[in-house]
């Protein structure tokens, strides 16, 4: 994905017959910024209900983050009971214990990111936020009530996430359930500034 | 002799203006022709601006001014909704100040990541609503009670 053309761009050099070298970069020409948005885009776009991908890789990084961590408790308890007792343990995905204790770790997860600020560490990386279907805050009965509904959209072969793609107000199913919407929480605008600072005028000597 | 001639004339000449109704005769020239026959151009010409503008007592009229009802009639947000910010950020020091103030090697980084996935969000919406043939735009977003958030 590439940036979008700079209407300022000053004029190219030009560049004698076709000899096989690349275009030059344009003499005291207006630099663009590296991020890939316009500027009517990064002004607009706090708000506004998050696409697919924001959502999607954001889910991506809680779930390596919260099993990283899981995987993490289990080595310290197995490496504590090896101190302790002289025997270590060897935890198995078999282990109906573990089955259970990972659950209820990623509902423990879920549950109390959104309750708290309605942003897991995934979201907050992504800059999405899950606010009310008014906007207000998630709060405590929403919060809950979106981390349970969450796994009926998986069980439902994933059905449940088809009104990110479908509706107008990109919600899934467990916002429907839960009356709760997911919202880009990030100051663009504020980051294409850095970036034009960072590419144009803010360059350091 | 000539000295007679003009003191007759002179006697002529103010026994003719004690005569006369000036008020009637003013009455009964119209100014607009007389002002149409001057060349303004010409007595603007004629007049030396930096003299007029020595004459003039600056700090005289400055303490005249009444600065506060001045500054109560300008819409600042008016005035700073015309100011192009990002020409502004590019062409001065504020932007070496903004970038050694807050961008980092970890900041651009996420600010690029998510202005990519909000790209590909936007991509994958244009999928959609051709596969679908039935754009409707986005609905109306809820109003955000939180203030952004700092990468």
């Known amino acids: 994905m590439t940036a979008p053309a700079d209407a300022n761009a000053g004029p190219l050099e030009s560049v004698p017959g076709n000899v096989g070298i690349s275009p030059p970069v344009p003499l005291g020409g207006t630099p663009r910024p590296y991020l890939p948005l316009s500027a009517k885009e990064t002004e607009t776009l ?44 060897h935890w198995s995905r078999a282990n109906t214990w573990v089955v259970v204790a990972f659950f209820a770790w990623e509902f423990f997860y879920y549950a109390y990111f959104w309750t708290a600020t309605g942003k897991t560490p995934g979201m907050v990386l992504l800059g999405v936020q899950v606010v009310g279907q008014d906007g207000s805050s998630v709060g405590t009965k929403r919060g809950l009530l979106r981390t349970l509904a969450f796994p009926l959209s998986f069980l439902l072969l994933g059905l449940g996430f088809l009104g990110i793609l479908l509706q107008r107000d990109r919600r899934a199913l467990h916002d429907v359930i839960a009356d709760t919407a997911v919202v880009y929480s990030w100051d663009a605008r504020e980051a294409r500034l850095r970036s034009l600072a960072r590419e144009g005028g803010g360059r350091q000597p | 002799m000539e000295s007679i001639a003009q003191g007759v004339a002179e006697r002529v000449i103010d026994l003719v203006v004690e005569a006369l109704d000036m008020n009637a005769l003013l009455a009964r020239i119209d100014l607009n022709i007389v002002l149409a026959r001057v060349d303004l151009n010409q007595v603007v010409d004629r007049i030396d601006l930096d003299e007029v503008i020595d004459r003039i007592d600056l ?89 952004p958030e700092k990468p």
């Open chain 2, 59 to 147: 700090n005289q009229v400055v303490d005249r001014l009444d600065v506060n009802r001045l500054m109560a009639r300008v819409d600042i947000n008016q005035v700073l909704s015309q100011v192009d910010i990002e020409a502004l950020v590019k062409n001065t020091d504020l932007g070496a100040l903004m970038v050694s103030s807050s961008s980092t090697l970890a900041t651009e980084a996420v600010d690029l990541g998510r202005s990519h996935a909000v790209s590909m969000d936007d991509t994958i919406a244009r999928w959609v609503s051709r596969i679908r043939r039935n754009h409707k735009g986005r609905a109306e977003p809820p109003e955000l009670p939180n203030t």
């Open chain 1, 46 to 89: 706090r708000g506004q209900h998050a696409g697919f991908a924001s959502r999607f890789i954001a889910f991506i990084v809680d779930c390596a983050l919260s099993i990283a961590v899981f995987m993490l408790v289990l080595s310290a308890a197995s490496f504590a009971a090896s101190v302790l007792t002289g025997s270590s343990i």
